[in-house]
């Protein structure tokens, strides 16, 4: 049976008139202002065509207007309507729609929208994952791990290493679930079962961060179920090491992850906002720092890094003796140690890289690739991690305010063109040394933008910006700082939907309603005991 999928042919006249109301002849005195007339034609336009697509979508269910066409070119309208199904009329009413020829200027977005609801359904699957092709990186692994700051990998992104990029940010996931699933429990004996998203890595360690403040006891009287919200020691990540042959041979080395949540406590955001800057404590101040100036941090983020708890010690000390123990296990191989984290985990992910960079004399490279993470500290503190060789990649999403907090509400471009300048450079460099929020960031940074999402709303709200499945989201539709996104994007969106519904497109929210797609079930906390492997 043969479904047509055009539309009726007494609207072609509309269509037609609107692609070629797009199209105006410049004037040769004055050509700036036909450019203004014709970009307002079209953004009227783009609404009006939004509008008309939703109207469409929401009267299919009630006027279905489907061909039944047999083998004998008859057409039976009774019997289309009776065997119609809404996934059918739906996939007629998308492929009709033939946004490429008369919306020419979305053509990127219109190759993403799901014309075939089997591909919708498949991205918005969570048991259809897909993922880049895998490569060998053995000859060239230190590159991908920062030894050249990425110089060339990023704009445009290189395949591999945005494989490596969502790869470490699911080990971030991992940690979350983790916390999540048992966030009262705070033992250094502890052996949780971390769900880790590459089987060919084990966990070896469990991390804890102890706030150095507290709150008034009647807050535990008042709210007693909540008690791990007001606790002062919490699970904060975990350290894991590349355990299978094959692929430390395709990586090129055997790798030895940190991985490090964002904030979930009460107490943790309570640190967020203790930002005053204040110096590393150090048992011998070297020659450089007390030169050029003492490396500093924000308050906050030190405390919960060197402060110990009750039944733990504190992350600094944990994760020090962890990497020390697996490099002398492992002693004789090529190893790496990359730290990765997510909001305040990847701020202590700078402290923690600082810190095991040089616990050992023979210390492997150390890379650090974080997601949405604010300023730690002062220029000082950067250039000790420089001269550390301490290598940071640091993604960035255009719209997420946390990247830019604390410290002076300035960017970084800003900033970078005042200190080119001679007066002003001596000026600035003066209030770095004195003012306890002169904050910078750190290591090279790949920049993403909602914006450029087909899927998400261009006016998402604060938290979708800043939210982890969203960042994987868009760096694995990153091309190139001037490009659309990707087209053929591969990771699904299923957690995305589940978790950030409100700020994804109509189209895409009403369709995986109308496919009975359970998402809040598929992504609850009942996962199993080890994910599928990105590698395999």
Partial sequence: MLIGATLPATNLHFFQARRASFRRYGSPLNPSANSVHTQTVKTETTKKHLSNLEKLLQNQSRKPQLLDNDSRGEIHPRESRSNGSKENRGKILLEGLNLSRIWPEHKVAEEMSPRHLNKLKKLLSSNNIEYSPRNNLGSRWKEYHGCKDWLGLIDPLNENLRRELIRYGEFIQAAYHCFHSNPATC???????????DKSYKVTKSLYATSSIGLPKWVDDVAPDLGWMTQRSSWIGYVAVCDDRSEIKRMGRRDIVIALRGTATCLEWGENFRDLLVQIPTKIESESESSEGQAKVECGFLSLFQTAGVNVPSLAESVVNEVQRL??????????????????????????????????????????????????????????????????????????????????????????????????????????????WAYAHVGTELRVDTRMSPFLKPDADVACCHDLEAYLHLVDGYI???????????????????????????????????????????????????????SS
């Fill in 327 to 436: 490099i002398e296990q492992y002693k004789g191989e090529s190893l790496s140690i990359t730290v990765t984290g997510h909001s305040l985990g990847a701020a202590l992910a700078l402290l923690v890289a600082d810190e095991v960079s040089t616990c050992t004399p023979d210390a492997p490279p150390v890379a650090v690739f974080s997601f949405g993470g604010p300023r730690v500290g002062n220029r000082s503190f950067a250039d000790r991690l420089n001269s550390r060789n301490v290598k940071v990649l640091r993604i960035v999403n255009n719209q997420d305010v946390i990247t830019r907090v604390p410290g002076m509400f300035v960017s970084e471009e800003l900033d970078k063109k005042l200190r080119e300048s001679g007066f002003v450079s001596g000026m600035l460099n003066v209030l770095d040394k004195s003012m306890p």
């Fill in 187 to 197: 033992n250094e004996c502890d052996t949780r079962k971390v769900a880790l998203p």
């Fill in 480 to 534: 190139a700082s001037n490009c659309p996104f990707r087209a053929n994007a591969k990771r699904s969106l299923a957690k995305l939907l589940s978790e950030q519904r409100s700020n994804i497109k109509m189209l895409y929210t009403s369709k995986a309603k109308g496919l009975n797609l359970n998402l809040e079930r598929e992504h609850s906390f009942s996962t199993p005991s080890c994910l599928p492997s990105p």
